[in-house]
């Protein structure tokens, strides 16, 4: 278990990911939910939700690239919203493999507020690049 320069994702960094545990196996982080990540009613809006979930996953993805592939790259992320994180209020997003291939790659991202509810779940696709 070791933690990930968020500095590799400048977009990550800016919407203000931090990374708890990354590893091939799991990636932890967390996100605060500020004023400016919210649409209306003050909760987190969906963009932010689905980045934070494709961040996750990428570093992951990326973290168990086969030898010899310099990157990857999202092919396609599918997102349930499930209950919404109110501002001020922490998120935390857990990513884990379902398919770790040559070419492809599948994370699961669970995003759950500070109550424990499922904020969101989160299916995405990465393409390994050579």
Known sequence: MSTFPIELIPFAKTLGV???EASAECVVGTLL??????TAGATLHG???MAFADSLGAIGAFLSL???????????SKTNFLSAAKVGTTVTGEATPVHSGK????????ISGEDGKTVALIIQTQMVLI
């Not at 939910?33 to 919210?38: A, D, K, Y």
């Open 33 to 38: 939910v500020r004023p400016e990540l919210c």
């Open 47 to 49: 963009g932010a939700v």
């Open 103 to 110: 070419r492809t790659g599948v994370w699961q991202t669970k």
């Open 66 to 76: 086969p030898e010899g592939a310099k990157a990857t790259t999202t092919l396609e």
């Open 18 to 20: 931090e990374i708890i």
